[in-house]
C-alpha cells in the first residue's frame, strides 16, 4: 500500500520536484501533496509557479524564493540553512525536473557537502518523452543539453557527435533549430537518422522523423512562413560503428586528395567536398577548405 503520509513527503527536508511539461494531467499526486505542505517553494519564476499551482487548483501557505542561474550559488546556501533550520524545501523549475539543464544542480551540491538530505519526486521530463517517441535506439543513449551557442564550443560538440555511438538527445531554440540542424547536417552527414519533437504532452505536440537533410530542407521551408514555435527537442542517432572507424582511418588530407581528385573529374568542388565529407563523417566546410588550398597549391 503506498505511503501518502506528510511525514513520508519529507523524510528529506530538500526536495526536487517534476512539473508538467505541457498538460496539466501529468502532474503527480506527490508532487500536489508537496505544493500544499512545503514552507518554502524556490522556483525559477515565481510568478509561473504561482500560475501553476492556481491552475492545478492548489493552495500553498509557502514562501516563495527565487532560484535561477544567476542567483543559484549565493541562494543555495540560504536555502539549505533555512533546511537545516526545520523548513521544508520544495524545488521546481518552471517545466519538467529541476537541475536538468534547469536550476537546481548547485543546490544539491551544497545540500550534499552540508549533509542534509535531499530527494526528488519524479514526474514528467522532455528527455525522455523525446526520446520514447523519436523511433531512435533507446538502450543507451546521452544527454547533451542545450547547444551550444560559442563557435569553439559548437565545434568541440560536433566533433564529438561524429564519434557519438549513442543516441544523443539536445535543447535547442525553435529560432534557431533550422540553422542547427541544417549544420548538423553538413557535419554529420545528411543520411544520418534524428527527429525533432516540439510542444511535447500539449494540443499541438509534433514530432519530425527522418534523415538530417530531409528535416533540414523541412524546417527551411518552415522557416520561411511562420518558423518553428514551441519547446524544442533535437534527437540524434547515434553514428554507426563502421561510421566511426572510418573517421579515425581517414585523415583530412586524405580526404582532401580524393576530393580534389573528384573535381578533377568533373565533379564541383564544393559538392565533392560534401559528398566526402557525408562518407568519412567529416565537417564538410573543412574539408572543403582543405581541398581548396591543396588544389591551389599543387596547381
Not at 47 to 56: F, Y
Not at 90 to 110: E, F, I, Q
Not at 288 to 298: P, Q
Amino acid at each position: 500500500m503506498l505511503d501518502l503520509s506528510e511525514e513520508w513527503l519529507w523524510d528529506a527536508p530538500v526536495v526536487l520536484a517534476a512539473t508538467p511539461i505541457g498538460n496539466l494531467a501529468d502532474t503527480t499526486q506527490r508532487l500536489r501533496m508537496l505544493i500544499r505542505s512545503a514552507e518554502v517553494i524556490a522556483c525559477e519564476d515565481t510568478r509561473s509557479t504561482r500560475h501553476l499551482i492556481n491552475a492545478l487548483g492548489e493552495r500553498t501557505g509557502a514562501r516563495f524564493v527565487s532560484l535561477h542561474e544567476h542567483n543559484e550559488a549565493a541562494r543555495s546556501a540560504e536555502l539549505i540553512s533555512l533546511a537545516r533550520e526545520g523548513s521544508r524545501v520544495l524545488v521546481v523549475s518552471d517545466a519538467g525536473m529541476p537541475a536538468v539543464s534547469d536550476p537546481g544542480r548547485r543546490l544539491v551540491r551544497a545540500a550534499i557537502e552540508a549533509e542534509v538530505p535531499v530527494t526528488a519526486a519524479p514526474g514528467a521530463s522532455a528527455v525522455p518523452t523525446a526520446l520514447a517517441l523519436s523511433g531512435l535506439a533507446t538502450d543507451r543513449f546521452t544527454f547533451a543539453g542545450f547547444v551550444p551557442r560559442r563557435q569553439s564550443e559548437r565545434r568541440a560538440l560536433l566533433q564529438r557527435l561524429r564519434r557519438e555511438e549513442w543516441t544523443t538527445v539536445l535543447f535547442e531554440s525553435p529560432h534557431r533549430v533550422a540553422s542547427t540542424v541544417a549544420e548538423f547536417a553538413e557535419a554529420l552527414g545528411g543520411g544520418r537518422r534524428a527527429a525533432v519533437a516540439r510542444e511535447l504532452t500539449k494540443k499541438y505536440e509534433e514530432v519530425l522523423r527522418g534523415e538530417l537533410s530531409e528535416l533540414a530542407d523541412l524546417l527551411a521551408e518552415r522557416h520561411k512562413g511562420r518558423g518553428v514555435r514551441g519547446e524544442i527537442v533535437v534527437v540524434l542517432d547515434g553514428a554507426a560503428p563502421s561510421d566511426t572507424g572510418a573517421q579515425n582511418t581517414v585523415t583530412l588530407q586524405e580526404a582532401a586528395r580524393a576530393v580534389v581528385r573528384r573535381a578533377a573529374g568533373g565533379e564541383r568542388l564544393k559538392e565533392a567536398a560534401k559528398e566526402v565529407a557525408r562518407e568519412h563523417r567529416m565537417n564538410a566546410s573543412e574539408l572543403y577548405d582543405a581541398a581548396n588550398e591543396l588544389r591551389s597549391t599543387s596547381g
